[in-house]
């Protein structure tokens, strides 16, 4: 168990950091926020590694589901600060080259933003597993995983974020890399 065995976790780690760094990236454009968020996620994998069920879906359909919920919090978190105090209090700082390497990230990953743009018009249900398969490669049963739905409900979302979006090509090819 990854909460209880160092080296599992560190195997769990480095198997799916570049997933969630790329998931991240797609969502922030800021490299401080999307390191402390990365992070965060794996934090949060610890404290909720208990509640993983491979019947429900894959290990990063999961994991997914908790960087959703990484972001969301982060987020909010932001809201809240940006109306009380300036944004750099508190944050790390990163050297030269994790500055530049996430810059890389996240230039890699405008093209995902925009696209996040076009699909800003979305209710949140149809627009979140949109993201999941089209963005991150999920599997419409992992993208249900993800968002605690079913796949049934998943399936019809997506159809209808893809007709909603039929003239968007970059949500139409299936993926943005």
Not at 113 to 136: K, S
Not at 155 to 174: F, I, N, Q, S
Request: charged share 30%; hydrophobic share 45%.
């Amino acid at each position: 168990m990854i909460a209880t065995d160092p080296a599992a976790f560190e195997a769990f780690y480095r198997r799916h950091v570049e997933s969630i760094t790329r998931f991240i990236a797609r969502r922030v454009d800021d490299p401080h926020t999307v390191a402390d968020l990365v992070a965060e996620v794996f934090v949060a994998v610890l404290d909720s590694a208990h509640t993983y069920r491979p019947g429900l879906g894959s290990e990063l359909a999961w994991l997914y589901g908790v960087a959703r919920n990484t972001l969301s919090a982060e987020r909010r978190r932001a809201f809240r600060e940006s109306r009380l105090a300036v944004r750099l209090k508190g944050r790390r700082l990163l050297d030269p080259d994790d500055l530049v390497r996430l810059e890389e990230r996240i230039d890699a990953e405008s093209r995902a933003r925009r696209a996040f743009e076009a699909m800003a018009g979305l209710p949140d249900g149809e627009r979140a597993v949109l993201e999941l398969v089209v963005l991150d490669q999920l599997t419409v049963t992992e993208a249900a995983a993800a968002l605690g739905i079913r796949q049934g409900t998943a399936r019809v979302r997506l159809h209808r974020a893809r007709t909603a979006l039929k003239d968007v090509p970059l949500v139409m090819e299936g993926t943005i890399r």
